[in-house]
């Protein structure tokens, strides 16, 4: 429902979203700097995690700052294809591997690699007719999060099964093998989840993925030891730690969200504003009428108090955000009518930040964005 406007003026006048492909290359130059290994063995592989339009950047808005990326994880074998269209030439993981029998037609390209997870997905396989090009298989082991992957128990029976997949030419390539981790941001969440997946893949050949940004950032020596890793959050420049800023991680915001104060007012003591007069001001109180709402993706639920930048300046949202609107606090602050405003994405105010305000992850924001929100990319240098 957007209708083709000058973006000078969405830039200007409406809610819109930067994104900064260079973010992504400094932050990709950071993991990579973190994943050398003091043995001075092999690095391991990075595979940029763009599931989710890349968290709500945009794949093809980033893709300038994926060059140094040794491969690309998406969620599915469409998603594949989309990143072929915007200019990736290199390998692609898909995490979800096969949705249904009928995405067998969508196989047919290089350098494709498929995370089965499934006993059917490997039925489906085994059915398909002779692939030009072999996708390499990886198999999830369930792990700690026990949601989706082979259990100890069916895992190496799967491992056997791909065996003769291969035999047969339905894949190609060495079968891997894929752990999750779920709770990586612990000093000691790794440990046990560890010893399981080695228990049941120690004897078997194949490359190894286990860890995620928490991991890369909490359990660096493990994570290096890794054929391939999958960094998400730390690409976008997001802390995966509560206990660690992005920017003591040397991590640079990708996004930043943008809108404008469209009014001013001034409440008294005991005025109230808002739907069912749901905030009433303690003191006097300058307020700013903000044009972002839950319908731009700025979640309903923020409470009272979330940190926003106005002209530059901390402050905190007032009251409950409408569809289009929200209210923020002005007061003792040097902002006019049309004073620009960032809900998140300014190094002073990190999207993590904004999140854990509001009770939840970054990840839930930046892929929360709506339709409604133009991404602007700022060019790479
Ligand atoms: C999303 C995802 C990742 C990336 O996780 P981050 O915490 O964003 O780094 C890695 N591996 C799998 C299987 C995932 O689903």
């Known amino acids: 429902m957007t209708a083709a406007l000058p973006l000078s003026l969405f830039a200007s006048e409406r809610v819109y979203a930067k994104i900064y492909p260079q973010a992504v290359a400094n932050n990709l130059a950071i993991l990579k700097r973190a994943l050398a290994r003091e043995d001075g063995g092999d690095a ?52 979800a591997g096969l949705a249904h029998a009928s995405e067998i037609a969508l196989l047919d390209m290089p350098d494709l690699h498929l995370l089965l997870s499934r006993e059917p997905q490997l039925q489906w396989l085994a059915a398909a007719p002779a692939l030009r090009a072999t996708p390499t298989v990886w198999l999830r082991f369930r792990g700690d999060i026990g949601m989706v992957g082979f259990d100890a128990a069916s895992y190496r029976s799967a491992y056997a099964q791909c065996q003769s997949l291969a035999g047969t030419g339905r894949i190609g390539g060495q079968i891997g093998h894929l752990n999750h981790f779920g709770s990586a941001e612990r000093a000691d969440g790794i440990d046990e989840a560890c010893d399981r997946f080695q228990a049941v893949t120690h004897d078997l050949p194949g490359p190894r993925s286990t860890s995620n940004s928490a991991a890369i950032m909490r359990h660096r020596g493990h994570a290096a030891m ?26 640079l915001p990708a996004m930043s969200l943008h809108a404008r104060v469209l009014d001013i007012r001034t409440l008294a003591a005991g005025d109230r504003i808002g739907y069912g007069g749901n905030f009433q001001a303690p003191s006097p109180l300058t307020v700013g009428l903000v044009n972002c709402g839950y319908a731009d993706g700025y979640p309903r639920h923020a409470p009272a108090g979330t940190p926003v930048m106005v002209a530059g300046q901390l402050t905190r949202t007032l009251g409950t955000v409408t569809m289009d609107l929200m209210t923020v606090d002005l007061t003792g602050l040097n902002a006019d009518v049309g004073a620009p405003v960032v809900l998140w994405g300014d190094p002073k105010l990190p999207v993590e930040r904004v999140a854990a305000s509001m009770g939840t992850i970054a990840a839930e924001l930046l892929t929360g964005l709506t339709r409604r929100v133009p991404l602007l990319t700022a060019p790479i240098s």
């Open 226 to 251: 890794n054929d391939w890793v999958r960094p998400g959050l730390t690409l976008y420049g997001a802390s995966p730690l509560a206990d660690r800023s992005a920017a003591d991680l040397g991590l």
């Open 44 to 95: 391991p592989r990075v595979w940029a995690t763009v599931k989710a339009d890349a968290y709500g950047h945009g794949v093809a808005h980033i893709m300038a700052g994926l060059r140094a990326a040794d491969g690309l994880a998406v969620m599915h074998l469409t998603d594949a294809h989309i990143c072929r269209d915007a200019g990736w030439s290199g390998p692609i993981l898909v995490m």
